[in-house]
């Protein structure tokens, strides 16, 4: 399962990340996953579930902000959907464009300290 390689990853690198800064428990991470990562958000939650054990996120929460494809068109100066499957086709002019704005993220982007961590 390849969502499993990913969270193991999410999780290292949170943990290190929570280190750094002085906490050993984390409540809450959170990740961006572009609609085009090839991640499906509800295996990589409960992959997250199974790998977070033994860890400063063991009893982290993740929270998955999904982000929507969109592609660039430059002579319309218009931002549109690809969708998915993606279509990198301009809605407005009717040409390709395959000028890709957002949609391959995934990146953590934020990570709460838990509170009541003794
Ligand atoms: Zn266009």
């Given at each position: ?34 609609e085009l ?32 494809a ?12 690809v969708g998915m499957p993606p ?32």
């Amino acid at each position: 399962m390849h969502e499993l390689s990913i969270a193991t990853a999410i999780i290292e690198r949170a943990d290190e990340l929570a280190r750094a800064d002085g906490t050993d428990a984390v409540s809450t991470v959170t990740v961006r996953v572009g609609e085009l990562a090839g991640v499906v958000p509800d295996a990589l939650g409960f992959a997250f579930e199974v790998a977070r054990d033994g860890t400063a996120l063991a009893g982290a929460q993740l929270v998955v902000e999904q982000v929507p494809a969109q592609a660039w068109c430059g002579p319309c100066a218009e931002e549109f959907p690809v969708g998915m499957p993606p279509f990198f086709w301009c809605p407005r002019c009717d040409q390709p464009s395959n000028d890709l704005r957002c949609g391959r993220e995934l990146e953590i982007t934020g990570i709460e300290p838990s509170r009541a961590s003794a």
